[in-house]
């Protein structure tokens, strides 16, 4: 069956994207659950009401070699107006201290742009 890596749910054969997070599905047999995902292992590192920002951010650190998970709650199907989602960001306890001084030096990389404009 295949499984969204990210959400880590299971669809039937034949679905080929995740319809929540739009993240291609891999084959169950491909497919392995981090062991050391517990609670007492990552903690929160940043959070947004934005998808791709979590995922950029993700992308950025784990470039760095820090260890990163984003764990959507997005709700796509609420018909509510404007966007009540939380997205978060977790890293390994152990790298945390590191990933937060990387998270800043973008953050303010970004602000310096955004000056010079």
């Not at 749910?9 to 319809?19: A, D, H, S």
């Not at 891999?26 to 007492?40: F, I, M, S, V």
Request: hydrophobic fraction near 35%.
């Amino acid at each position: 069956m295949p499984v969204c890596p990210n959400c880590e749910y299971e669809y039937t054969e034949g679905v080929t994207f995740c319809p929540d997070c739009q993240t291609q599905l891999l084959d169950d047999k491909y497919y392995t659950k981090p062991e050391d995902w517990t609670e007492e292992n990552w903690v929160l590192a940043f959070t947004t009401n934005m998808e791709y920002e979590a995922e950029m951010m993700r992308d950025n650190l784990l470039g760095a070699e820090i260890k990163a998970a984003v764990l959507s709650q997005k709700d796509r199907s609420f018909p509510g107006s404007g966007d009540l989602s939380v997205v978060k960001l977790f890293v390994r306890k152990e790298d945390l201290a590191s990933a937060l001084a990387f998270i800043e030096k973008i953050k303010s990389e970004q602000t310096g742009e955004d000056d010079d404009q």
